[in-house]
């Protein structure tokens, strides 16, 4: 697969600030990948990544939200839509030669069913790519930082129970808890590290709620900017300065965030 250039300034054009920066990282880490054709994204949503990323349609979009999907067909990335859970994917087995999962598994209460059905569905020899939260990623929040700081343990340990509830992430895992996840559902890791540091999960915990109107917005009308081309030339100076935070932030010794790229023999 090929993909599209000026990615940060794409997706800042087209999703909050927040969104925008943490995705844009991700991006950047599967460009480095060699992803081949037929493509399945579990939990597609909106179908944004896909299309700021991928230069060319990919093949399946799999989600369990209606409206997520009438706007990624919207969008044009995909070949195909199917309205179903990640546990439970109408196709046969060994159908796709490159999986991905981007910031999904997290939000699925019962994780090993969705990894099971992946491996169902991937051709030997292909690839399963995901991204999800590290252990350190509530931690890395301006209130718990802070709470931390301050020596109140115990306060910001309730914090990080809320803070999960809120975004509803069930699983958020060292880097090892997620790689042996993956070889119980028979996967073998090929590649496995954490990725957003501290300095970028805050700033992006900071900017979250400014992306408020963001969301109203996205209720209303489906997607995130009303204007994306305006949008596009007003962030242009943030988008320079940005580009300057974000360097580097693909990897990082304890990220926020972990991936992972496994295989099925």
């Given at each position: 697969?090929?993909?599209?250039?000026?990615?940060?300034?794409?997706?800042?054009?087209?999703?909050?600030?927040?969104?925008?920066?943490?995705?844009?990282?991700e991006c950047r880490i599967y460009t480095q990948q060699k992803i081949d054709l037929p493509i399945l994204d579990i939990g597609c949503g909106d179908?944004?990544?896909?299309?700021?990323?991928?230069?060319?349609?990919?093949?399946?979009?799999?989600?369990?939200?209606?409206?997520?999907?009438?706007?990624?067909?919207?969008?044009?990335?995909?070949?195909?839509?199917?309205?179903?859970?990640?546990?439970?994917?109408?196709?046969?087995?060994?159908?796709?030669?490159?999986?991905?999962?981007?910031?999904?598994?997290?939000?699925?209460?019962?994780?090993?069913?969705?990894?099971?059905?992946?491996?169902?569905?991937?051709?030997?020899?292909?690839?399963?790519?995901?991204?999800?939260?590290?252990?350190?990623?509530?931690?890395?929040?301006?209130?718990?930082?802070?709470?931390?700081?301050?020596?109140?343990?115990?306060?910001?340990?309730?914090?990080?129970?809320?803070?999960?509830?809120?975004?509803?992430?069930?699983?958020?895992?060292?880097?090892?808890?997620?790689?042996?996840?993956?070889?119980?559902?028979?996967?073998?890791?090929?590649?496995?590290?954490?990725?957003?540091?501290r300095r970028i999960c805050m700033l992006n915990d900071f900017l979250v709620p400014f992306s408020i109107p963001a969301f109203i917005i996205k209720r209303m009308t489906n997607k995130?900017?009303?204007?994306?081309?305006?949008?596009?030339?007003?962030?242009?100076?943030?988008?320079?300065?940005?580009?300057?935070?974000?360097?580097?932030?693909?990897?990082?010794?304890?990220?926020?965030?972990?991936?992972?790229?496994?295989?099925?023999?």
């Open positions: 697969m090929k993909f599209n250039d000026n990615i940060l300034l794409n997706y800042m054009s087209l999703a909050p600030l927040a969104l925008a920066f943490e995705r844009t990282l179908g944004l990544f896909a299309k700021v990323l991928f230069s060319e349609k990919i093949d399946t979009g799999i989600d369990p939200n209606l409206s997520e999907l009438e706007r990624a067909r919207n969008l044009g990335g995909y070949n195909e839509f199917i309205l179903c859970n990640g546990d439970a994917i109408p196709r046969p087995s060994e159908s796709y030669k490159s999986i991905f999962s981007n910031s999904v598994l997290e939000h699925i209460p019962d994780l090993t069913p969705v990894l099971k059905e992946a491996y169902r569905l991937l051709m030997p020899g292909g690839r399963l790519f995901f991204t999800v939260p590290s252990d350190s990623f509530n931690h890395y929040t301006v209130i718990s930082q802070l709470l931390t700081a301050l020596g109140l343990i115990r306060v910001a340990g309730k914090f990080k129970s809320f803070y999960n509830k809120f975004w509803k992430h069930y699983h958020y895992y060292s880097l090892e808890n997620w790689c042996n996840l993956a070889t119980q559902a028979g996967f073998i890791v090929v590649e496995a590290y954490t990725y957003d540091p995130w900017v009303l204007f994306p081309y305006l949008r596009k030339i007003i962030m242009y100076p943030i988008f320079l300065l940005a580009k300057r935070i974000l360097a580097g932030g693909e990897k990082a010794d304890q990220g926020g965030l972990v991936f992972l790229a496994l295989t099925k023999e």
